[in-house]
Every structure is written in C-alpha cells, then in structure tokens.
C-alpha cells in the first residue's frame, strides 16, 4: 500500500474513479450514483446562453445544418445538440475554474469534439484539408463519429469520460462505426475515402489495444502518456493537449 497521497478510487458500484486529489468531487460523483458529473442548473443554463450566443461561423452553420437534416433525421434521439464553434469554445471555456487544458483543445487539430451529450464544437477542417464548403461527405462522416459520443454519454448518465480507460473504449467503439459508415461510402463508389479508412482502422487497433488494460492508476499512466506522445505514420500527432490532467475532468465542461 502506498502513502495514500495519490491511491486511485475505483468504484464498481458508481463507475467513480479518481485520484483521491479531489475528494469533494468523487464524492459528490458517488453521491450520483453514476459517477457523473456536478452540474447545477445555473451552470447549465450559463453554457446554454452561452453557446447560443457564440459566433455563427459558416462550418458551424453547415455542421448544424448537416446534424439537424441529415443525423437526427435518421436517429431521432440525436435531435436538440447544440453546434459551435471549436476555438471559441477553447476561449470561453478555458476561462472557467479548473478547466486551462481547454485552451489547448483548438490547438490539437480536432475537426470536432463532444463536451457533452448536448453540444459538439467543430472547426473548418470538418469540411477536409484544406475546408471545401461543398463537401457534405467528410462533415457527415466525422459528425456520425461524434454522435456515437453523444449517444455513450447519454447512456452513462449525460456524463463524458472520467477516466483515459473510459474514453479509449468509447474512442474504440465510435471509430469502430465511423469505420463501418467509410467503407459503406467506398462501397459505394467513393475510393478516395480509402486514406480515411486506413486512418480510422489504425485508431480502432491502437484505442482496442489501450482498452484491453485493466481499470487502475498504471492504465491511466499508460494511455495518457501514449495519447500525449501518440506517433501516427512515424509523424507526432498528440491526441491530447500538452497540459491534460491526470483525468479528463478537466477538459469538459458540464
Ligand atoms: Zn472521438
């Protein structure tokens, strides 16, 4: 046993899972029953006001566009997210407490990411490198893949990861179907998505091999690590930004 200072918490019973740094969270999340997040009602209604007010960028316009028409009309649950915009989002939400790695999350090169099961930010490289605004294809592949997020979120309880071990699994599975959704489009016909499909196929090895670890402080070590060091083709590519912390807490906002 060590000095206690850094033991980790698992819960089975809660899915709660912490360092022991910050106790009132793990024990409000415990107190959830859900290991989930500590949001109140303010919170909420401040990020919504919020993100209903950010800027109306012509990807953020399109991506909307693309989530409402095309997505939620195929999934009906997937109705109500709310789009913005990746790096106003880094700026308005790196500014609340305990969350500076957000800042960092435009920098990484995302095309998208999920905050919760209610809001995705995206940036212009959605629409492809470099952005074409008349590719509805990549956006709508890439927005499939954060779907999937929405949809395991939901299903913890309206709760992003809280530990590197749950989001190497829900990485594993959404690029899992993202991978799927490519080859049915190369299917038909559309053989310039095969790279994609090489890319995709890569990550759902790498984040398996990651989520076959056992739940524990040395797996959190390891894939934090691996995902800050991550090399893809010999090219350092970090999943992560720099100052991520020794959970993801601190890189959604609830
Ligand atoms: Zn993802």
Redesign the pocket.
């Known amino acids: 046993m060590g000095d206690g200072q850094t033991r980790i918490v698992d819960d089975p019973a809660s899915k709660a899972t912490g360092y022991g740094i910050n106790a009132a969270v793990d024990t409000a999340n415990r107190a959830l029953g859900i290991g989930g997040v500590v949001r109140t009602a303010a919170q909420a209604a401040s990020l919504r006001a919020a993100v209903a007010s950010s800027p109306a960028e012509w990807w953020v316009v399109k991506a909307q566009a693309i989530w409402d028409d095309v997505l939620a009309a195929e999934d009906p649950s997937l109705k109500g997210v709310q789009i913005a915009d990746l790096d106003w989002w880094a700026e308005y939400a790196s500014k609340l407490s305990g969350k500076p790695a957000i800042a960092e999350l435009g920098d990484v090169g995302y095309p998208?990411?999920?905050n919760s099961s209610s809001l995705t930010l995206v940036a212009p490289s959605l629409f492809g490198e470099p952005p074409d605004p008349a590719d509805d294809t990549t956006p709508r592949l890439l927005l499939k893949?954060?779907a999937?997020?929405i949809k395991q979120f939901r299903r913890e309880g309206d709760q992003p990861p809280r530990t590197y071990l749950d989001m190497a699994r829900?990485?594993r599975d959404?690029?899992g179907r993202l991978l799927v959704e490519v080859n049915r489009v190369i299917a038909a016909g559309a053989t310039e998505y095969a790279d994609l499909a090489d890319a995709v196929g890569q990550l759902v090895t790498t984040f398996g091999l990651w989520a076959a670890h056992p739940p524990g402080r040395a797996t959190e070590e390891f894939i934090l690590a691996a995902m800050l060091l991550h090399e893809d083709n010999g090219q350092p590519s970090a999943m992560l930004p720099p100052s991520a912390g020794p959970t993801p807490d601190n890189m959604y906002v609830p």
């Open positions: 998208a990411w999920t893949h954060e999937e997020h829900f990485e959404a690029y």
